[in-house]
């Protein structure tokens, strides 16, 4: 089946950095989803993509969908301590606007 | 408006107990879903429903494992008898995925119920 993955599975920076990571599939998606989730909480939406090509930023937050439509990037500029958390991406499968396919999860943690 | 509320947000129990999740969606939303996390598997969908209706159980790991949903503002996750090895977090979602334009497909998160079966 459709799978999605995250790379790099963890990450540690020094605040004040900025961040990249990404989302592969083998398979084309119509819409990706980057969410971020703080520990003990649920995954929260923090950027949705809609269309090949689109750069939609939120904030330090700027994620790409990108052309092929197999990927999609989620970048975050001048890091702070709050930005620790895991960052998933997510898009629904074929035709299928309800369930979502999940990747494994960035974990982001930022270096005292 | 309220998020999706889940309760109990932790629970403790032994082996051979039966175990009740309880989830509220968001009001007006007609898909409801229930997902696992561990560390070891990442998130996982177990069932979702459609306006109160199953409609893909697949992902529930075992018949110990149930799930309802008497109406559109509530649902539980059953466990019944619970092992150590569903010790995870179990988290319920629910989206307006019916409606029409951008946005259908966001899910909206609880904070999750932590379970650990002794």
């Known amino acids: 089946g459709q799978q999605l993955n995250q790379s790099p599975q963890s990450m540690f920076i020094q605040e004040g950095e900025d961040v990249s990571m990404n989302c592969t599939s083998s398979s084309i998606f119509n819409t990706w989803l980057w969410y971020k989730q703080d520990p003990g909480e649920g995954p929260v939406l923090l950027i949705a993509?809609?269309?090949a090509g689109e750069l939609t930023s939120n904030g330090r937050l700027t994620a790409q969908f990108g052309i092929t439509r197999k990927d999609s990037f989620l970048n975050i500029s001048a890091s702070i301590p709050s930005d620790v958390g895991i960052y998933f991406c997510?898009?629904?499968?074929?035709?299928?606007?309800?369930?979502?396919?999940w990747g494994a999860g960035t974990k982001l943690i930022i270096k005292p | 408006d309220a998020g999706v509320i889940q309760s109990p947000r932790h629970e403790v129990t032994e082996m051979g107990q039966e175990v009740t999740l309880r989830c509220k969606p968001i009001?007006?939303?007609?898909?409801l879903f229930w997902y696992r996390q561990t560390m070891m598997r990442g998130l996982e969908l177990l069932i979702y429903f459609n306006n109160n209706v199953p409609i893909d159980d697949s992902g529930m790991p075992e018949d110990r494992f149930s799930a309802k949903m008497p109406n559109a503002s509530f649902s539980t996750l059953k466990i019944q008898p619970s092992e150590p090895r569903d010790s995870a977090v179990y988290f319920c979602a629910s989206s307006a995925a019916s409606g029409r334009g951008k946005g259908k497909e966001t899910q909206y998160f609880g904070p999750g119920t932590r379970l650990l079966v002794l």
């Open positions: 993509l809609y269309k």
């Open positions: 997510a898009g629904p499968p074929g035709d299928s606007n309800y369930q979502l396919i």
């Open positions: 009001s007006g939303h007609d898909y």
